[in-house]
């Protein structure tokens, strides 16, 4: 998504039973992430589902296996990620008509 919230490019449906991060590999979608955070310094900041892309592709860290609380620095670190991405998610709402 644009900074505006608006969509620069879709791509054609994939099956469903696809993970998120196997679809953009096989798009090649993470090849232009990665000259993208490297060439043009613009990072790309994504959900849980694209945890272990790379360089270059911001995630959410995930919550402790063993009932601890994250710590307080990567609490923050994910709020501070949800709050950038929240015009992305608005644009995805556009595309889908929600």
């Known amino acids: 998504m644009?900074?505006?919230g608006?969509?620069?490019w879709t791509s054609d449906v994939m099956p469903g039973h696809l993970h998120d991060i196997t679809c953009a590999h096989?798009?090649?979608v993470t090849g232009a992430l990665y000259w993208a955070?490297?060439?043009l310094d613009l990072p790309t900041l994504a959900d849980i589902?694209?945890?272990g892309a790379g360089q270059g592709i911001h995630t959410p860290h995930k919550q402790p296996t063993?009932?601890?609380k994250l710590a307080p620095d990567n609490r923050a670190y994910n709020r501070c990620l949800r709050t950038l991405r929240a015009q992305g998610e608005r644009g995805f709402a556009t595309l889908t008509g929600r």
């Open 66 to 68: 063993d009932g601890k």
């Open 37 to 39: 955070a490297s060439q």
């Open 26 to 28: 096989q798009l090649d």
């Open 49 to 51: 589902g694209y945890q």
């Open 2 to 4: 644009r900074p505006d």
């Open 6 to 8: 608006l969509p620069i």
